[in-house]
């Protein structure tokens, strides 16, 4: 069966910190991973990753994807509060479903000040 | 960038009633739209993929004749929640495909079934 596991399932740090979110898949025919950001309403799009190795960096937000082990992280430094959110990863495949995005429970950050 | 405006974004229903919710593109064609439903704090779960022009294509265990999905258009889903209950309030959102790798996602509606 197809899985997304992301890690930890809540967090809480302290503005300044720097976090690290991890997300973890088994699923057949991957296409791409893509991390959201979901505050109280749908998901903000913050990555799309599809090589192996390559960092791809937004201000203070990065993320990389290892497709030998079938991992990604999601890096966010010097935390504000305004960084409290659900972090999503989700991984597309082709699939019946027609590319439709696997997501995992989600990260739940609060930073607080 | 590419839109994708969905409405209602709040609906509170009577049980035994149906809701439509729809989910419309702005300035791309959709060909694909997929549907996906979030209970608190968990994630979304994809309930079904909407073709335009065909018929939808539901996840295992989801009820295709309580979930009636339409794509008439290319621009255009809808999703009707019929004969409503309680353990249908949910947050449904939908997302739509540009083609590529992109996904755009709908601002969801929060559906109450009193």
């Known amino acids: 069966e197809d899985k997304v596991v992301q890690s930890p399932l809540s967090l809480v740090v302290h503005e300044g910190d720097t976090v690290t979110l991890n997300c973890s898949y088994e699923v057949t025919n991957f296409r791409s991973l893509l991390w959201y950001k979901q505050e109280k309403k749908a998901p903000t799009f913050l990555f799309m990753l599809t090589s192996s190795g390559i960092e791809k960096k937004s201000g203070r937000l990065s993320s990389i994807l290892d497709k030998k082990e079938l991992f990604s992280i999601l890096n966010i430094t010097a935390t504000q509060t305004g960084d409290s959110a659900v972090y999503l990863c989700a991984v597309n495949q082709d699939s019946n479903s027609g590319y439709a995005l696997n997501f995992g429970k989600g990260t739940s950050l609060l930073v607080t000040p | 960038g590419a839109v994708v405006s969905q409405h209602p974004s709040r609906v509170i229903c009577k049980s035994g009633t149906s809701v439509k919710i729809e989910c419309r593109s702005l300035d791309f064609q959709a060909t694909t739209m997929f549907w996906y439903r979030q209970f608190p704090k968990q994630s979304l779960m994809l309930m079904a993929t909407s073709n335009e022009g065909s018929k939808a294509t539901y996840e295992q265990g989801v009820e295709k004749d309580k979930f009636l999905i339409n794509h008439a258009s290319l621009t255009l889903s809808t999703l009707t929640v019929t004969s409503a209950h309680p353990e249908d309030s949910s947050f449904y959102i939908c997302?739509?495909?540009?083609?590529?790798?992109?996904?755009?996602f709908g601002s969801g509606t929060r559906l109450t079934v009193v």
């Open positions: 997302s739509a495909r540009q083609g590529g790798y992109g996904y755009t």
